[in-house]
């Protein structure tokens, strides 16, 4: 696991607007279609607007919690990398994995690199999307949060932060595709 002790670069404008502690919230009605976003993919280096999926596949939409290019959410970072480990189960099930962050466009980069990223790595460091799907916030970053829609872009399963289930497994996921 990546360990740093650099917190250069962790307080910055995102930091402060997202320190305030906001809970998860559930806002997003099951079966209802999910917000719409166009996302800068940094491991494909593309834009990547969620609803070209819609009426094609299913789509999990991973929101992580990452500071920065070195530091890393002690609760989220594993699962991070078991999403990333069977990204290509969830592409073998007809699915697209997208997952989201809140660095930068250079920080992402880094972390692509750094992590051997081969699923799709969104750069949204305004955390809107994060706002629109109501993950909540805590200490300078948005609170992670998986999403299952279906192929029509409708929310099927959700899974928001909480302490006692930091986040989804990839079977739990994969398991929710298998029922769609």
Known sequence: MLTSTDFSGLINP???RNFLPVPPWGGLAFGDRTPDFALRDVTHQ???RLSNYWGQRPVIVAFARIFTDKQYCPFCFPGLMALNEAYEQFKDQ???LLMVTSTDHD????????LNLKLPLLS???CESFR???TGQALGAPLPGEFVLDAQGRLRYRH?????EHNAS????LEVLSRL
């Open 94 to 96: 007809g699915a697209e």
């Open 132 to 134: 629109r799907y109501y």
């Open 107 to 114: 920080q992402s980069q880094i972390v692509v690199r750094d």
């Open 46 to 48: 593309r834009t990547v």
């Open 160 to 164: 928001l932060f909480s302490f006692l």
């Open 124 to 126: 949204d460091p305004s």
């Open 14 to 16: 995102r930091f402060f």
């Open 170 to 173: 990839p079977d739990t996921l």
